[in-house]
């Protein structure tokens, strides 16, 4: 079956410009995560969706960043006013339900590059 | 302040030997633990995982050790196969007053040689 998507694959922005990233997720999986990856650092978790509740925020980096999720499908994390830091390859997971010991099947992401 | 830590960013292996990959946390709550393998321009992958109560976890050449004690877990391949060249990134998570929380290790770089 089709796995997690992500779009667009790759976003060239200049700073202080919003943009907006799509996640698609595995159909039937109620929980959704948002993680960051800045270049060689490891995947840091933003924030994850229980159907399309968002139980704890505290994850994302600033008051710039907000997602979203319509019922049981796409996502979208949105950065307001972009800056250079930014720039990171972002990745969408998600999994049948949230728990920790599910595992979480990932989207190739989105490399975005903050100008 | 990396609950997770990946110390080695990087380790080569002959291929058939065994290669053995390390990771350290930090936070007592975490009860359980995975690892998840990523080729380039590819989201991570699953591979195996490992509950607090168990101190090992084995499917087919992958085997998982936890030590409580010493906070400290590792991933043994044998025999390391080319195919198994990639990142591989350590991850805890626990429930924390009703959410969960998910953190990653920055990972260690398998080269196998072949």
């Known amino acids: 079956g089709a796995g997690v998507s992500q779009s667009p694959s790759n976003k060239v922005t200049e700073k202080g410009k919003d943009v907006e990233l799509r996640c698609d997720p595995i159909?039937?999986?109620?929980?959704l995560y948002w993680y960051r990856q800045r270049l060689g650092q490891g995947l840091e978790f933003l924030i994850y969706?229980?159907?399309?509740?968002?139980?704890?925020k505290s994850g994302l980096p600033s008051d710039r960043f907000s997602a979203e999720r319509t019922g049981e499908s796409v996502s979208t994390l949105t950065i307001q006013r972009t800056q250079q830091e930014d720039s990171a390859v972002y990745l969408c997971?998600?999994?049948?339900?949230?728990?920790?010991?599910?595992?979480?099947?990932f989207g190739p992401g989105t490399r975005l590059t903050v100008t | 302040d990396q609950q997770v830590k990946q110390n080695s960013p990087s380790l080569s292996v002959q291929e058939g030997r065994i290669s053995i990959l390390n990771c350290d946390y930090t936070?007592?709550?975490?009860?359980?633990f995975l690892w998840y393998k990523k080729y380039p321009a590819e989201g991570p992958t699953f591979l195996i995982s490992?509950?607090?109560?168990?101190d090992k976890n084995e499917d087919g050449r992958f085997t998982v050790f936890l030590n409580k004690s010493a906070k400290h877990l590792s991933l043994h391949i044998v025999p390391s196969q080319p195919g198994d060249s990639a990142v591989y990134f350590c991850?805890?998570?626990?429930?924390?007053?009703?959410?969960?929380?998910?953190?990653f290790g920055t990972g260690t770089r398998l080269k196998v040689l072949a």
């Open positions: 997971a998600s999994s049948p339900i949230v728990g920790q010991k599910n595992e979480q099947y």
């Open positions: 159909s039937g999986h109620t929980a």
């Open positions: 969706f229980q159907g399309n509740s968002a139980p704890d």
């Open positions: 936070n007592s709550m975490f009860d359980y």
């Open positions: 490992i509950s607090s109560i168990k």
């Open positions: 991850a805890a998570s626990a429930e924390i007053a009703g959410t969960y929380k998910y953190i």
